[in-house]
């Protein structure tokens, strides 16, 4: 069965009440998205951030009376907004295919893919992870994660322990262990992320070597490397925390961070970390140093 979509930009601070407002002209469904290229990565718990300007999509049923509904609103929303909202007609299809054709085997490095589930490399070389999109943020696809995927390819791993701190879908923490580590930890305040992490780790046949906990449960123990791919503010309190948990001379690994946040992030680690040259993706950054 088809449906109608109706779409418009808004103000952050108006989105929810437009929201609610559809729903109770009877859409089926209202979804809140980025309007721009803003991303909001790793929110703090409990928190639901919204971007400065938000899509706002409604989904209603295609019949006639909805669809005059649906032309009723549009109009009012011109009215109230200066601007026509977008009306399209949208048809059924197998959703679970339509990010199918989008999110295809991605190579980082010279070794490691990230694949949905099904589709292998014409590669015989290829380490590869096995991911589906989900609710846990976290494909490869996003240049923070890319960044760290390559590190990880280049990375002598075999036989180490790496900390994947902030690990969202458990991406990072199961290309380590596929490209050689010993034992991997991963570490997210959402619940759902260690969820995600845990049943992709068993999808990959590595769960057996991951441990999975919240923060506040993370054993105090010393690693060979730390990867925290969250976000500058967030990098720049737990620096002491992430250094104390790295051994000396150990690897660390810090993205999230944006192009102009760089110095910042640096500074807070640079007494106790020897900080190499900062790699750079579009306008993300990653900064790999050793522990002094």
């Known amino acids: 069965m088809p449906w109608l979509q109706l779409s418009f930009d808004v103000a952050r601070e108006q989105a929810e009440t437009f929201a609610l407002n559809l729903e109770l002209a009877g859409a089926l469904s209202v979804t809140l998205g980025d309007a721009g290229d803003e991303p909001q990565l790793e929110p703090a718990p409990g928190e639901t951030p919204l971007w400065s300007v938000v899509t706002v999509t409604a989904l209603f049923d295609s019949d006639a009376e909805t669809q005059a509904v649906v ?93 994947d701190f902030g690990c969202g879908s458990g991406i990072l923490a199961i290309a380590a262990l596929k490209l050689g580590a010993a034992r991997a930890i991963a570490v997210d305040h959402d619940p759902q992320a260690l969820t995600a992490t845990h049943d992709n780790a068993a999808a990959n046949g590595v769960a057996e070597r991951l441990e999975i906990y919240a923060p506040e449960e993370l054993p105090a123990e010393l690693v060979d490397t730390v990867l ?65």
């Open 228 to 292: 925290a791919n969250i976000l500058a503010g967030p990098l720049i309190t737990l620096a002491p925390r992430l250094i104390g948990l790295l051994r000396p001379a150990g690897d660390l690994v810090l993205s999230g961070v944006l192009a102009d946040q760089v110095d910042g992030v640096r500074a807070a680690y640079a007494q106790q970390i020897e900080l190499a040259s900062t790699r750079l993706r579009e306008e993300w950054a990653l900064i790999y140093g050793q522990k002094k």
């Open 71 to 163: 032309e009723r609103l549009a109009l009012h929303l011109t009215a109230q907004l200066g601007a026509t909202p977008k009306i399209e007609r949208i048809e059924d299809q197998v959703w679970e295919r339509v990010w199918l054709d989008t999110f295809k085997p991605t190579r980082f490095g010279q070794r490691l893919w990230v694949c949905p589930h099904g589709q292998v490399p014409n590669d015989p070389n290829a380490v590869i992870v096995a991911l589906d999109p989900g609710l846990a943020f976290g494909t490869g696809h996003h240049a923070t994660t890319a960044l760290c995927l390559e590190w990880l390819d280049g990375a002598a791993l075999g036989g180490k322990t790496v900390l």
